[in-house]
């Protein structure tokens, strides 16, 4: 999996982050605190569907916190989503993904990409 984090200048987010294989242990805290969710760029290249989660936590347990927001994305299918006004998370963003809807951990959703446009 590689993280990267970069400068944007959208007028949906000021910061890019772009994780290539996410799995289903957590990417937590990509900001260091607050943010604003403005936009989401998944692409799901799994033999099968799979899930976002999106947790307003720094740390959270995979399998024991329940997700702020899950999103089911069907194989070989792309999604884009652009939040007019942005979401805030006011604790933190963090991130997985899995084979299993709602809070199980389930198995890694491999080749599961995402790129997420933030505020903070």
Not at 48 to 74: F, H, N, R
Request: glycine fraction near 12%; proline fraction near 5%; charge should be negative.
């Amino acid at each position: 999996m590689a993280t990267t984090v970069s400068p944007s200048k959208t007028p949906l987010a000021s910061t890019m982050v772009v994780i290539t294989g996410l799995t289903n242990a957590a990417q937590t805290d990509l900001l260091g605190g607050s943010v604003t969710l403005g936009t989401l760029f998944i692409k799901n290249g799994s033999g099968g569907t799979a899930y976002l989660k999106i947790y307003d936590d720094a740390a959270p347990v995979v399998g024991t916190t329940e997700p702020d927001i899950i999103i089911e994305v069907a194989n070989g299918k792309t999604v884009s989503w652009w939040i007019d006004g942005g979401l805030p998370l006011h604790n933190a963003i963090s991130l997985c993904a899995s084979d299993t809807p709602g809070k199980a951990a389930g198995s890694t959703a491999s080749s599961f990409n995402v790129r997420v446009g933030l505020s903070s």
